[in-house]
């Protein structure tokens, strides 16, 4: 198994930016494919982006695509994610998962086999 931790969340104005990562530990982290996901208050936990196991192919939600870049250091044993042009509605725990299946990682939470514990983002305008 692996364990994820992130960090790197805070509050920043719109418009602005942050850099989160996810440190994993445990098994091989290039044996999992990664993504990115969050949460607001009282929303269902959302997909924000993922990558595969060699960081070649990366998707993104329709929300943050070209704002957002996934990116991945399997020697570092790291996942980030650099989010650009933040917006209050960007406002939630962002999480980061692992998935053991080959491909781009799942689009739905519930596919995933790993959690991190979250960290929180807070976009003010």
């Known amino acids: 198994q692996v364990q994820l931790v992130e960090s790197g969340g805070g509050l920043v104005q719109a418009g602005g930016s942050l850099r989160l990562s996810c440190a994993a530990s445990g098994r091989t982290f290039s044996s999992y494919a990664m993504g990115w996901f969050r949460q607001a208050p009282g929303k269902e936990r959302e997909f924000v982006a993922s990558?595969?196991?060699?960081?070649?192919?990366?998707r993104y939600a329709e929300s943050v695509k070209g704002r957002f870049t996934i990116s991945r250091d399997n020697p570092k044993n790291t996942l980030y994610l650099q989010m650009n042009s933040l917006k209050p509605e960007d406002t939630a725990v962002y999480y980061c998962a692992a998935d053991q299946s080959y491909g781009l990682g799942p689009l739905t939470p519930h596919e995933y086999d790993y959690w991190g514990q979250g960290t929180q983002v807070n976009v003010s305008s």
């Open positions: 990558i595969t196991r060699s960081g070649g192919t990366t």
